[in-house]
């Protein structure tokens, strides 16, 4: 059974760096998957961030791709996230997910979320 | 971007009952289209892939249907778990945008 767990720090303050990890049990993140970004905010509803394959290419959505990395931690397996130049814009809950890709592509595993807050 | 756009926004409707959620893209994604369940304090959970795709595990009271910008859920025979909000996702075009989504109220 595959599961996602995402970890960091709940508080960030603006303009500085938010960084998330997203813990994978039950498959490895070197098989054939995508591993993607998502979050949820009020404002913004739910935002596609960006995703990596397992190996290591990425790809961004443009409105975030100047400011945010994603990167894999194969010996931890482990997915990470990197958002620079955070403002109140980003407070959000960001989930990591596995995407599934059959030609068709669909997010079939999510973590629980973790809360990111921007704030001084 | 594809823009995706639900309605209603919100609806109320009893158990046992059937309802119906429109998602609208702003150009053709052929029948891309995936649809998820969120209940309040989880993540969004995958319903439906490809437009009309079962994933594992989902009753058969959920359907999908659709091509091109117009697609539609139903979903028959309403039950306690399915009050939730509803988003549709399409995965035509990088970047994967989502619907605003639906809430399902009980009445």
């Known amino acids: 059974q595959v599961q996602l767990q995402e970890s960091g720090p709940g508080l960030v303050k603006p303009s500085g760096t938010l960084s998330l990890t997203c813990d994978v049990s039950?498959?490895?993140?070197?098989?054939?998957?995508?591993w993607s970004w998502v979050r949820q905010s009020p404002g913004k509803g739910l935002e596609w961030i960006g995703r990596i394959y397992h190996s290591g290419s990425s790809t961004y959505n443009p409105s975030l791709k100047s400011r945010v990395t994603i990167s894999l931690d194969k010996s931890k397996n482990q997915v990470s996230l990197r958002l620079i130049f955070v403002d109140a814009a980003d407070t959000a809950v960001y989930y990591c997910?596995?995407?599934?890709?059959?030609?068709?592509?669909?997010?079939?595993?999510w973590g629980q979320g973790s809360l990111v807050t921007v704030s001084s | 971007d594809i823009q995706m756009t639900q309605s209603p926004s919100s609806l109320s409707a009893s158990v046992g009952d059937r309802v119906t959620i429109t998602c609208r893209a702003s150009?053709?994604?052929?029948?891309?289209l995936n649809w998820y369940r969120q209940k309040p304090g989880k993540a969004p959970k995958v319903l439906i892939y490809g437009v009309s795709s079962l994933q594992s595990g989902v009753p058969s009271r959920f359907r999908g249907s659709g091509s091109g910008t117009d697609f539609t859920l139903t979903i028959s025979n309403l039950q306690p778990e399915d009050f939730a909000t509803y988003y549709c996702?399409?995965?035509?075009?990088?970047?994967?945008?989502f619907g605003q989504g639906t809430n399902v109220e009980i009445k």
């Open positions: 996702q399409q995965s035509h075009t990088i970047p994967w945008t």
């Open positions: 039950g498959v490895s993140i070197s098989s054939s998957s995508w």
């Open positions: 150009q053709s994604i052929s029948t891309y």
């Open positions: 997910a596995r995407e599934v890709d059959t030609g068709y592509n669909w997010f079939d595993t």
